[in-house]
């Protein structure tokens, strides 16, 4: 006998619709793993959202930021050269260019805040790998040296090696540079450190692959399409916090010793003075840590979206046949699963996925426009603290705040600017796209200005090509060890204190004063009386590090570049919704992974690879060991503002 009656049937089919609007409830609970508590789902809001999306984004940006403004310090610690370091700074691009289109086509249908989990742990495992590399090298003999004899400052019982690095450049001093089988090793085993800091920002390219595919995606789903510009206008306000904070962070750092527990007896703006450029990478990494773990407390889908749409389904159903309220909701619902199975990728699909992307003029023309511009921007953005450090004479801390304060005032007005303009004017994808080709050319005329804005070429009296060597110093038998003092005119630079033909150092004074110089007083005017020095002899004295010169160059550097960064941040928040709302909704999340991939490959990858060789053609003192080059002491400063500004104003006009 048949037990299968319609009545049966109807039971059935009710009680399975029954479990998969329970599924799908489950789905929008606010929790972990079965610890879903009542009070928590009140925290299942976009609101929420926004603000954990936010302190995350916020300390993912300061990571790359930071990894900015620490890379000088990285050069002098692990003398590699600007080449080597923009090699390091592409590896987070290779990571996106392999793995964004893929994260992107299947993570937008999984559980996209634990993705969003995910990547943020791989960026808190970048952080800890990039500061491991002092925790496994230490802070370098070198510097160890330096701060131990601040300490104790007839400590004599040192290599050869470390003699040569503490020596003091003097006059007729012994310089002996010995290559031992040690050095030859050890010159070797710094690819190690280079290798870390590489799969570090690899690592950290996997994070922004799915921050910048899936979490966009989530909040444009889980948002009103009317009130989309708003919060995002807020969300990338806070979000660019994160980059500003990372320059003030790295500032703040490299005020500090590499070894905090110790002072040596140097000023910041000495070229020897190494910050500590590890202690921020730790600080991050806990930061992401603890908000990549909020994520993990969101559900697949906010309750209030769920709601939108099964009352949108439920209207669809209304007009097809009157059903009861009860059956509507419930197939309602079940249309809303069934529709979003059948959309789940495949390998198969994505082909066609793909062409759908590359036949949409729009998409493909602001692609074009933004692999342009960021060509062109991102290399001069990698090496802008360096670039002040040696246009300016700034040290590392002082153009890491300066680079950072620019960045905070321009961005924030850029943003909220454009916010207001995008959710009451609402202009169109045309207006919109040929606002981003505006402001191209715009950039491209503001790096042409910055070309004519800097401060005087620094003269330094020592061994630089087409230079004499002073005759007072021609019998001291000087090393190449670069060593910068400043005259007591205030305004001669001498190679290192050997050229200026000095024989006396007092290593109690702040800064070291070195006396008995022999060149100052003829290098000074005939008017004998301004010098001040050795009594007996007639000789002056220098003092450690660069001359303090007024530059007016750089406060209109400075507001020349808030400016430029104003204007060029109104297009920030157009951009991404262009990215977005001229691609059907099951494109999005590849549209952005695709984006980010021909970014990485044709953008951020090349650019600081390309400008961090240019950048290397303008040095002029090298660091040379045991016949091995190492970081750049010393840049043409006239030879490296032209490069750094002509290079990408060039590209953009392009």
């Known amino acids: 006998m048949s037990h299968n009656t319609p009545g049966l049937k109807s039971d059935k089919s009710s009680d399975n619709k029954v479990v998969e609007v329970e599924t799908i409830y489950e789905d929008t609970k606010c929790g972990l793993g079965s610890c879903t508590p009542s009070w928590l789902q009140y925290l299942a809001r976009k609101e929420v959202y926004v603000l954990v ?9 300061m990571f790359f930021t930071y990894s900015v403004s620490v890379l000088s310090s990285i050069e002098k610690r692990f003398k590699f050269t600007s080449k080597i370091t923009g090699s ?33 742990f791989s960026a808190a495992i970048s952080c800890f790998l990039a500061g491991s590399s002092h925790f496994l090298y230490g802070p370098g003999e070198e510097a160890e040296f330096l701060a131990n004899t601040a300490q104790d400052p007839t400590l004599t019982n040192v290599s050869s090696t470390l003699a040569s690095a503490g020596s003091e450049g003097l006059c007729h001093e012994p310089f002996h540079q010995t290559c031992e089988v040690e050095d030859v090793a050890r010159a070797d085993f710094e690819v190690v450190p280079a290798v870390l800091l590489f799969v570090s920002q690899f690592m950290l390219g996997i994070c922004i692959s799915i921050t910048y595919s899936i979490g966009y995606t989530y909040l444009d789903d889980n948002i009103d399409k009317r009130e989309t510009p708003f919060y995002y206008a807020i969300s990338m306000i806070l979000r660019v916090l994160g980059p500003v904070l990372g320059f003030f962070l790295g500032s703040r750092c490299l005020t500090l010793w590499v ?30 840590v603890v908000f990549s773990g909020l994520y993990l407390f969101f559900p697949r889908k906010l309750p209030e979206t769920a709601q939108r749409e099964a009352k949108r389904l439920a209207r669809i159903q209304e007009k097809r046949a009157a059903k009861s309220d009860n059956k509507d ?57 360096k670039y002040l450090e040696s246009q300016f004479r700034k040290s590392a801390s002082e153009a890491n705040f300066y680079t950072g304060a620019a960045g905070l005032v321009a961005s924030v007005l850029g943003l909220a600017i454009s916010g207001v303009i995008l ?62 003092v400043c005259s007591q005119d205030g305004k001669t630079v001498f190679y290192s204190p050997c050229y200026a033909g000095c024989s006396g150092v007092n290593k109690m004074a702040n800064p070291t ?13 005939t008017n004998r009386s301004a010098v001040i020095g050795d009594e007996e002899a007639g000789w002056g004295k220098v003092v450690r590090g660069y001359c303090h010169e007024e530059c007016d160059g750089f406060t209109i550097y400075i507001i020349i570049q808030i400016i430029a960064k104003m204007v060029g941040s109104t297009g920030r928040v157009g951009g991404t ?24 490959i044709f953008s951020f990858i090349p650019a600081p690879i390309i400008m961090g060789a240019i950048v290397d053609s303008a040095c002029l003192i090298w660091e040379e060991k045991c016949g091995r080059r190492g970081n750049c002491w010393f840049y043409d400063s006239d030879k490296f503002r032209y490069i750094l500004h002509a290079v990408p104003a060039d590209e953009y006009a392009s």
């Open 259 to 288: 070894d905090p527990s110790k002072e040596p007896n140097l000023s910041r703006s000495d070229p020897r003075w190494l910050g500590a450029w590890w202690l921020g990478y730790m600080i991050l990494g806990v930061g992401l």
């Open 513 to 525: 004063e070195y006396t008995s110089c022999k060149c100052i007083v003829n290098s000074l005017p």
């Open 577 to 600: 919704l262009l990215h977005l709302r001229c691609v059907s909704d099951e494109d999005k999340a590849l549209a952005l992974g695709t984006f980010t991939v021909f970014l990485s």
């Open 329 to 385: 909701f419930l197939g309602s619902l079940m249309e809303l699963t069934t529709s979003t199975e059948r959309k789940k990728p495949s390998l198969k699909k994505l082909p066609s996925a793909l062409m759908r992307l590359f036949t949409n003029k729009i998409w493909m023309g602001n692609l074009f426009n933004t692999v342009v511009f960021l060509l062109a921007i991102a290399g001069y953005w990698n090496f802008k603290p």
């Open 88 to 120: 390091i700074l592409a590896g987070n691009d290779i990571s996106q260019a392999l793995f964004s289109i893929l994260v992107a086509y299947f993570g937008n249908y999984g559980h996209r805040p634990r993705w969003m989990a995910i990547g943020g």
């Open 53 to 61: 999306n936010c302190l995350g984004g916020l300390t993912q940006g």
């Open 423 to 484: 959710r009451w004017i609402r202009p169109g994808p045309r207006f919109v796209s040929g606002y981003a080709i505006f402001l191209t050319f715009f950039s491209s005329i503001t790096m042409f200005s910055l070309i004519y804005i800097g401060c005087p070429k620094l003269d330094i009296k020592g061994p630089m090509s087409n230079q004499e060597l002073l005759p007072c110093s021609e019998d001291c038998k000087c090393s190449d060890r670069f060593v910068p």
